[in-house]
């Protein structure tokens, strides 16, 4: 399967999730839709850093003795577990925050739940 | 002494975090031990940070690679480039580490009483000491994951002590929006990151810097990074969630979200004077940032002007005031590759432009902690509320006068200072800077005059009547600051040779943060 597809595919996904991560975030008004807008951005994110460290058959770093010269490289794989675990934190803040907003005032749409302009 | 010293960057990063986590555990047992450790630990920080800054001035780079047989090992044996996370200390980080000590300092004093009623106060201390944490780590760190990591628990908890009073609805939006504008900002540095790591196979930024060959991947990678790190900071065409969050936190922690702005400011300068450096497009580069500086300082006392919710007009003169920053250091930028220019003016803007970072920290502070002090007192942040309390606030209608004089230029106090070396070395780069700045600096004044009339002169209003000066630690964290304006702007001289001229050596010279790492072999 991943030997038909051409090379730089996984990129262009990742580009296409940070493309539907950005327009939700801009174009969407309910509160939740940006959270998870956020969500898809950090998941985009973490695709294209796994992506730069992948090798074709290459093998997971684990072993002290390494059996084959191919292996997948490790530092974007910490990076990405790093990055999952701010994503968590940060997505559980914004959603307590998102509980806190619509119990003061009824509603997740951001343009009526707005109290400060100018 | 000097084995502490040598492990002074990681002890003032962990002895932070240690508090921060022993906190909840402290304040079950008791509040006023609580309050003595948090005190007395930051008290440590302060002074480590002094000794560890003293020592970068007068000896050198200081380097520290976490696990490492010694902590000056950066490369170890066999390897070529450094594997390891590295701590690395120069003049600039030194500076913003002094600026982080005070201001966190006189956060957590001003708390103690400010924050008496409220309930939650041990999840408050923990989240204010690690947001400390995060923003030391952010200056300290010579590693750009390790950097981005800094960042996101500076935002993480900087979102949640903006929230912190649950019980009003616009401070839950406030910390909705810092929270989103920080996620997406430090997701862009990650992709960044990411891009860079794809061709070099490094994270560490002198390494990197090394290394750099300015290809167009870099160059996508400089926009992103600028951009997510202006953003940050509350840049002129991305400001918009800065006064809305800066409004509607608590009394002390808007002058912490302002040091949290300036490590944005230095992640900024890292990027383009250290990361890309000699390698970079200067004056292009330079022009954005003077471009975006002056929008900033247009944009940002305009606004001011409009507001009568007197948080919210400072919050809108930071913005106005990082617009000065940006236009002195833009200006260094562009004339980085001349030496001529350089020293003719452009060391000269970027001290100007160093120095009124610290400075700016300081009376934005204090004003952000008058404005507390006042809703402290008559609950309201409304202008149109206040009226005569000058009367029985003397000592805070003071204060207040002295940062607003200090925030528009005025002599002999700090802003002017700095704001004289700004309009004195723009002016060769390009007359019509400074005449912009001194412009926006008159209306600064105009800005606070208001301020200063509706709310502390008038008659003395009935329902004010029984209004008092705020509690003894409150009034001595203003005081705190009130001395650091008022000695900075008698002795700029003193200041500007200790630790300003420093960080601005360390800007410019992009080969001694190379060489401590790489080492002086090529």
């Known amino acids: 399967m991943i030997h038909s597809l051409p090379g730089n595919f996984p990129f262009v996904a990742a580009v296409v999730l940070l493309g539907i991560g950005l327009y939700i975030l801009i174009f969407?008004?309910?509160l939740i839709k940006i959270v998870m807008g956020i969500a898809i951005l950090g998941s985009s994110i973490n695709l294209f850093l796994i992506t730069l460290g992948y090798r074709i058959d290459g093998d997971a770093p684990i072993y002290t003795e390494v059996p084959s010269e191919l292996m997948v490289l490790p530092v974007v794989q910490a990076l990405t577990l790093t990055n999952i675990v701010i994503g968590v934190a940060t997505s559980a803040l914004i959603l307590s925050l998102v509980i806190r907003i619509y119990r003061h005032t009824g509603t997740l749409d951001s343009v009526k739940s707005r109290r400060m302009k100018g | 002494m000097s084995t502490l010293i040598a492990h002074s960057s990681i002890l003032i990063i962990a002895v932070t975090l240690a508090t921060a986590f022993l906190t909840p555990l402290v304040g079950i047992a008791s509040k006023r031990a609580r309050n003595t450790l948090i005190v007395l630990a930051l008290a440590f920080v302060a002074f480590l940070v002094v000794a560890l800054a003293r020592d970068v001035m007068l000896n050198q780079i200081h380097v520290y690679t976490l696990g490492a047989a010694a902590p000056d090992l950066t490369i170890p044996g066999g390897a070529?480039?450094?594997?390891?996370?590295?701590?690395?200390?120069?003049?600039?980080?030194?500076?913003?580490?002094?600026?982080?000590?005070?201001?966190?300092?006189?956060?957590?004093?001003?708390?103690?009483?400010?924050?008496?009623?409220?309930?939650?106060?041990?999840?408050?201390?923990?989240?204010?000491?690690?947001?400390?944490?995060?923003?030391?780590?952010?200056v300290f760190t010579g590693d750009l994951f390790n950097l981005f990591v800094f960042l996101e628990i500076t935002s993480i908890s900087g979102a949640a002590l903006i929230a912190f009073r649950t019980k009003f609805a616009d401070s839950q939006e406030g910390g909705f929006k810092y929270i989103v504008v920080s996620a997406v900002a430090s997701l862009m540095i990650l992709f960044a990151i990411g891009l860079l790591y794809s061709q070099y196979n490094l994270l560490n930024i002198g390494a990197l810097a090394a290394t750099m060959e300015y290809t167009m991947l870099d160059r996508i990678a400089l926009v992103i990074l600028m951009s997510a790190f202006v953003m940050k900071l509350g840049g002129v065409p991305l400001h918009m969630w800065l006064s809305d969050t800066y409004s509607v936190a608590p009394a002390s922690i808007p002058a912490l979200l302002i040091v949290a702005s300036q490590a944005s400011l230095y992640a900024l300068l890292r990027t383009s004077f250290t990361l890309y450096g000699v390698t970079l497009d200067q004056s292009v580069a330079g022009w954005i940032i003077i471009i975006v500086g002056l929008l900033s300082m247009f944009v940002g006392v305009t606004?001011?002007?409009?507001?009568?919710?007197?948080?919210?007009?400072?919050?809108?003169?930071?913005?106005?005031?990082?617009?000065?920053?940006?236009?002195?250091?833009?200006?260094?930028?562009?004339?980085?590759?001349?030496?001529?220019?350089?020293?003719?003016?452009?060391?000269?803007?970027?001290?100007?432009?160093?120095?009124?970072?610290?400075?700016?920290?300081?009376f934005e502070g204090l004003l952000f902690l008058v404005a507390g002090a006042i809703f402290y007192r008559i609950g309201t942040r409304d202008l149109n509320q206040m009226c005569g309390l000058g009367h029985t606030m003397k000592l805070t209608s003071v204060l207040f006068l002295l940062g607003a004089l200090a925030s528009a230029g005025i002599p002999p106090f700090n802003g002017f200072a700095s704001k004289i070396l700004i309009y004195e070395s723009v002016y060769q780069f390009n007359p019509i800077l400074t005449m912009i700045g001194i412009l926006v600096s008159i209306l600064t004044l105009a800005v606070f005059m208001k301020v200063f009339f509706s709310a502390f002169t008038g008659a003395s209003l009935p329902r004010y009547r029984d209004v008092r000066e705020v509690p003894r630690p409150m009034v001595a964290a203003m005081i705190v600051l009130a001395a650091g304006i008022i000695f900075f702007g008698l002795f700029p001289g003193l200041v500007l040779d200790w630790i300003v001229q420093p960080a601005t050596d360390a800007l410019v010279n992009q080969g001694a943060y190379i060489d401590a790492i790489m080492g002086a072999v090529p």
């Open chain 1, 28 to 30: 969407r008004r309910n």
């Open chain 2, 80 to 138: 070529i480039v450094p594997v390891r996370i590295i701590l690395e200390v120069d003049g600039l980080s030194a500076f913003m580490g002094i600026v982080i000590a005070i201001v966190s300092l006189v956060a957590v004093i001003y708390s103690m009483s400010a924050l008496k009623t409220e309930t939650g106060q041990n999840g408050f201390y923990t989240l204010l000491l690690l947001m400390a944490a995060g923003m030391f780590g952010m």
């Open chain 2, 303 to 362: 606004m001011a002007i409009l507001q009568t919710d007197i948080t919210r007009l400072i919050a809108y003169n930071c913005v106005c005031e990082s617009g000065f920053m940006l236009v002195g250091l833009g200006v260094g930028l562009a004339v980085l590759a001349d030496p001529g220019a350089l020293d003719a003016f452009g060391t000269m803007a970027m001290n100007g432009a160093v120095f009124h970072m610290i400075n700016h920290a300081l």
